[in-house]
């Protein structure tokens, strides 16, 4: 590390000199501290007793290399403030940690897995022009070894005033998670998997947003060892791994980053700036040596483990003060996120880097070389938004709300966007994806399987939250499995198969993905048909030309498509099909269209998608 780069804010490589890296020599323990009084090493190799430790460089940092530490050992910084006190810190360039509630750094040798997945990183890109179906997941309850339903009574109870659950009894660790989740994967054809926070974490119900370890692989599922063989074998079987990282915030645990040598090193100096609106800290983004600190962290998962890419979580946060346009652009933020961006880009071209971010700021998948933030993609909450607002709405007002489906178009080609129904949707009151749909049960499979079918064939890459492909009823609750008991249900079972299907579909056939962020990818074959709620469009490749027909009533109706006549129509997929729980059977698979067109009758939630030849 370029000590004159830490502090301007542009080294990518802290983590190579900080925090305890082996060597021949022994461990060597680096921190920064640059207003401590003095700092002691303490740890299990030391039997917890003071290893004092000396200034080098401009003396700011602290150093001691010792023989006695070896891979697997847990230590702290003990950190003298100017007026005597101490307290014992965790390591803020940490690669491991102990298992909550112990706050301890654990010695890890960053260097001791060897990776098998050169082809895949030779070969991996941006995927701009490719299929990105993600399958977004929380490690920790997505299966869970504990039996689901004395697990449920338990934290019932816990609820009650009944004794605390120990939900970590149940958790799997990353190896036993790679034998079930990458089969799982091939076999509902998702190729990419974008992964919850896994930067250590001391609260479960943060879900890993308020982050301390930003180095270290949660110890809930194992060792760093274990997390890279997830990665490497998802690479060997095909399939790309995102990372969500947080670069706005961090917990406000004393053992943490906070006033971490007794001054606010990480965060502002004000108690307004300071606390964010989750009650977390935030970093404060116009010192280099914070920057830095962040940079180096998202090069770190990236360099070390192999992920392919990057979600930053709550871009909103950065572009403006506190999240909030009425406070206006946070410049400094915005200088962070191009920096950050253009360094890892400039690092390696082909990563993935995402922005969580619900404002309308513009250029967030801009280049920074054109006055962009760097990003690849950028969620479309507003797509998300009006879509499931719409899905909600009962059926006969839908006419009301028509353009609600056909505003995303309008806007589209400003960022490359992704259409997410993520976690955030599944929780705090705002119910399932199934449950949103509007009416009683039986009705809600009809109308899922027609917003699927939109959302598959609207223009963007995918992303699907856990639960959401076997129509899960209740909300999201990390401490509980996802109810994979509801696939011995025919709705949900049908329901799953059908999702399955799609995605293959989506996989196979380059008109969905080819030309996404392309004018000449997608078209409006009727966007006016507010009376039916029909909606009717087609997705180009240079190979291939599909279209998709929609009937979001809830009543037959009649479209009279004449577009491109005389042609033939092949049904690739029929949202009605008995196959899913739907009402037609054996519908034909080729339509054939004469010059002067062809009435197609559509049933309640029916949605089509045909091949055109």
């Known amino acids: 590390m370029d000590i004159q780069d830490f502090y301007d804010g542009n080294a990518f490589d802290a983590y190579e000199y900080l925090g305890a890296n082996t060597g021949k020599n022994g461990v060597t323990f680096r921190t920064y501290a640059p207003h401590a009084l003095d700092v002691s090493l303490i740890g299990s190799f030391s039997k917890w007793k003071e290893m004092p430790m000396h200034r080098v460089d401009n003396g700011e940092f602290w150093e001691l290399t010792t023989k006695k530490a070896k891979s ?15 307290l014992d810190h965790a390591d803020p360039y940490a690669f491991y940690s102990e298992l909550r509630p112990g706050t301890a750094s654990v010695v890890y040798d960053r260097h001791g897995y060897q990776f098998h997945d050169d082809d895949w990183m030779w070969m991996r890109r941006d995927r701009k022009n490719g299929p990105m179906n993600i399958y977004e997941i929380h490690l920790g309850s997505w299966r869970r070894s504990d039996d689901p339903d004395e697990l449920s009574k338990a934290l019932d109870l816990e609820k009650n005033g009944g004794p605390a659950v120990d939900v970590s009894a149940g958790w799997y660790s990353y190896a036993d998670i790679a034998e079930q989740l990458i089969p799982y994967l091939q076999e509902n054809h998702y190729n990419y998997l974008e992964i919850m926070p896994l930067s250590e974490f001391p609260a479960d119900e943060s879900w890993g947003y308020q982050t301390l370890g930003f180095f270290s692989a949660t110890s809930r599922y194992g060792d760093p060892d274990g997390l890279k063989k997830l990665i490497d074998e998802c690479h060997q079987h095909d399939i790309g791994v995102i990372l969500d990282i947080v ?5 406000p645990n004393d053992y943490g980053l906070r006033l971490y040598d007794g001054t606010p090193v990480y965060e502002y100096p004000a108690a307004g700036n300071g606390i964010s609106e989750w009650g977390t800290v935030n970093f404060n983004h116009s010192k280099g040596d914070v920057r830095s600190f962040l940079s180096s962290m998202g090069e770190y998962w990236l360099h070390d483990f192999h992920f392919d890419g ?35 880009k400039a690092i390696d071209g082909n990563v993935i880097l995402i922005a969580e971010d619900s404002s309308s700021y513009p250029g967030v998948t801009h280049p920074v070389s054109e006055g962009g933030l760097g990003f690849d993609y950028k969620w ?22 028509y353009h609600r489906i056909t505003f995303s178009m309008m806007y589209f080609y400003n960022e490359n966007y992704l259409l997410p129904l993520s976690h955030d949707e599944v929780v705090h009151g705002k119910a399932s994806i199934m449950q949103k749909m509007a009416g009683p049960y039986e009705k809600k499979f009809p109308q899922a399987r027609a917003l699927y079918i939109y959302m598959y064939t609207h223009p963007g890459k995918k992303l699907n939250f856990m639960g959401n492909e076997i129509g899960q009823m209740r909300e999201w609750d990390e401490k509980k499995a996802q109810d994979w008991f ?39 074959i009727d966007a006016d048909d507010d009376k039916q709620c029909i909606y009717v469009y087609r997705r180009r490749a240079e190979s291939e030309s599909i279209m998709c027909i929609m009937n979001f009533s809830d009543f037959t109706q009649t479209y009279h498509y004449s577009v491109g006549g005389p042609q033939t129509l092949q049904l690739l997929l029929d949202s009605d099909n008995v196959i899913y729980s739907g009402t037609t059977e054996n519908p034909p698979e080729e339509v054939t269209v004469p010059a002067d067109g062809i009435y197609l009758a559509l049933k309640p939630f029916e949605a089509r998608i045909y091949l055109e030849t």
């Open 72 to 86: 697997g050992d847990m230590y702290k910084f003990r950190i003298y403030r100017q007026d005597g006190t101490f």
């Open 247 to 251: 670069t706005v915030h961090f917990a």
């Open 310 to 344: 990057l979600r930053y979580d709550a871009v909103g946060n950065l572009i403006y003060w506190q999240g909030s346009e009425s406070r206006g652009l946070n410049a400094i933020g915005i200088d962070f996120l191009k920096g950050m961006n253009a360094g890892l």
């Open 380 to 401: 479309d909450m507003g797509w998300m938004n009006d879509t499931l607002n719409y899905f909600r709405t009962d059926p006969p007002y839908r006419v009301r709300d």
């Open 486 to 524: 509801l696939t011995r249900y025919p709705l949900h079972d049908s329901f799953h198969r059908f999702i399955t299907d799609l995605s293959a579909l989506y996989i196979e056939h380059p008109a969905f993905w080819e030309r996404d962020y392309r004018r000449d990818g997608f078209e409006w």
